[in-house]
């Protein structure tokens, strides 16, 4: 059976890629599958860069070929902060909490209409055949005044899609699957895989 790999430690994102990529009918692993691939470190200026330098890296140490994301959250009235640093935004070691605590802390007494943020994930895909794919997600909404709901992960709670009245942490993660950023991005990758893994089976 053909096998991927996903460029992940973080079991949240694992698990949204498994939705993501039912149907393929390929043997899906993660960074659990190897471990003596640590933290691969996330030094690019740009999401492009970082979700190109996690698959390539881990094309190099697997031989696989592998897909890996870069995400984060743009928020307008802080210029596209935390963008790129979205996962250590409150610094290294920091948690889901601590991330969506420092943005409110930023963003306490700003009005509504000065909230607006988008999410951009940008996926990678690196063959062995040489061949490198970029691909992106994108999803505009606002940022709410308090978190809001226990499901996803990251800033989920505090980002309320557009045309939505449930942020991404009180979806259903059904629902979330089908409108975020990242299905978005998968939703245009998804048609590359089914086509390279025709022939590479």
């Known amino acids: 059976m053909a096998q991927l790999v996903i460029a992940t430690h973080n ?4 698990k949204e890629f498994d939705a993501l990529l039912g149907g ?7 960074l659990d599958a190897f471990p003596a691939i640590g933290p691969i470190l996330e030094d690019a200026e740009t999401l492009e860069g970082n979700a190109l330098k996690k698959a390539r890296t881990v094309f ?6 592998a897909v890996a994301d870069d995400t984060g959250l743009e928020v307008y009235y802080l210029n596209d902060e935390p963008g790129v640093f979205s996962s250590r935004y409150a610094g290294p070691g ?3 909490a601590d991330n ?14 000065r909230r607006c943020a988008r999410f ?4 990678a895909f690196v063959t062995p055949g040489g061949s490198e794919m970029l691909r992106e997600g994108e999803r505009r909404g606002v940022i709410t ?5 226990v499901f996803g992960f990251g800033y989920d709670p505090v980002f309320l899609p557009d045309g939505y009245k449930e942020t991404f942490g009180e979806m259903e993660p059904g629902l979330k699957n089908r409108v975020s950023h990242r299905a978005l991005a998968m939703e245009v990758l998804k048609p590359i895989l089914q086509e390279y893994f025709k022939t590479h089976r």
Do not use: H, N, W
């Open 60 to 65: 190099r140490l697997t031989g696989m070929p």
């Open 120 to 123: 951009r994930s940008v996926l």
């Open 100 to 113: 969506c605590r420092k943005l409110l802390d930023r963003m306490k007494g700003v009005p509504q209409r």
């Open 145 to 149: 005044e308090i978190p809001r709901g």
């Open 11 to 14: 079991r949240d994102k694992a």
């Open 24 to 30: 393929l009918g390929i043997e899906i692993f993660t």
């Open 94 to 96: 920091a948690t889901y």
